[in-house]
Nanobody, 123 residues
Framework: QVQLVESGGGLVQAGGSLRLTCVAS????????MGWYRQPPGKQRELVAT???????NYADSVKGRFAVSRDSVKNTVYLQMNSLEPEDTAIYYC?????????????????WGQGTQVTVSS
């Protein structure tokens, strides 16, 4: 089992910044992906950014150039630095950890989710 605890959400004006933090504990595999997803009001959950245990990153087009994902693998922590926030970024942000095992070309995986943290951007 893996537990994920998020922090850092809140209310910010458009153009402002926030930093989200997610601390993972439990059975974390050496091969894993950590990241952030969000669910805007009335919409489905969507990818924001991910980072692999090797350091490769992936971003949604809507946040490229404004958000930065990073991780501290020693502390099992992933961060999301959000700059130039827009009202459209308003959502519940969820931390995700995907444990992977097996073949690198086709790994098996299992996902864990945090409880979510609210980010509200006012115009």
């Amino acid at each position: 089992q893996v537990q994920l605890v998020e922090s850092g959400g809140g209310l910010v004006q458009a153009g402002g910044s926030l930093r989200l933090t997610c601390v993972a504990s439990g059975s974390i595999f050496s091969m894993n992906v950590m990241g952030w997803y969000r669910q805007p009001p009335g919409k489905q959950r969507e990818l924001v950014a991910t980072i692999t245990s090797g350091g490769s990153t992936n971003y949604a087009d809507s946040v490229k150039g404004r958000f930065a994902v990073s991780r501290d693998s020693v502390k099992n922590t992933v961060y999301l630095q959000m700059n130039s926030l827009e009202p459209e970024d308003t959502a519940i942000y969820y931390c995700n950890l995907e444990n992977r095992w097996g073949l690198l070309s086709a790994p098996k995986h299992y996902d864990y989710w945090g409880q979510g943290t609210q980010v509200t951007v006012s115009s």
